[in-house]
């Protein structure tokens, strides 16, 4: 994949937003300083617990007509909702290889559709599983949760696999999900993540604006560092 300058993206979880007002609560974000919105997509089969899906994106998009939306999608058979979550106007369609068989086939089907390609590991999935399909990929995403639930504590012994990531692919877009916040930016950032995403620690905060604009200076002075 054709990888630019690394920048910080900063892409709040709506997952624990209220979820009756999802359109206010995404543009909110927005208007706060995300940069994309990280929208969590489950099935009740490959994680516990149920989301929305390609309808309610579909309805979200009409309001919100130029956000990035990134699907993550935590279901058994991502390569089902391929097409129609490129009809409800999803930019990057990031799915979990523990389920899929046919990597590539699903990267190549995922572009055919015109969204990027995002590849989602699970904690106990080694970097190993997903080395060979790096440059398939636009993004690889470092679960720090176990999928399923927000608010949950993050792990930080996942970092290391940040860090080789980031060790033998310095412009790949590394992305982090699970108990990221205020708390636990630092380790991110210095592992090498450079897409951040928060869910509760950016929806319960009385000032949205100030914790984004403050993970996002962490990130950018250890992308900064990097690039001296
Ligand atoms: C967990 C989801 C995450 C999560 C983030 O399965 O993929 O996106 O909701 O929420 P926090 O930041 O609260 O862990
Ligand atoms: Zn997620």
Redesign the pocket.
Known sequence: MARGPLRCKIGP?I?NADLSQLYLESQRLLDNGADYL?L?VMDGHFVPNLTIGHPVVKCLRSKIKTAFFET?M?VSNPEKWIEPMADAGVNLYTFHIEPVKEIPKMCRLIREAGMKVGLALKPATGIEEVRQFIELADVVLIMTVE?GFGGQKFMNDMMPKVQWLRHNYPLLDIEV??GVGLNTINACSEAGANMI?SGTAITNASNQRAVIASLRETVESSIHKCNV
């Open positions: 979880s997952l990280h969590d993550h935590m999928p999900d699970g995403v």
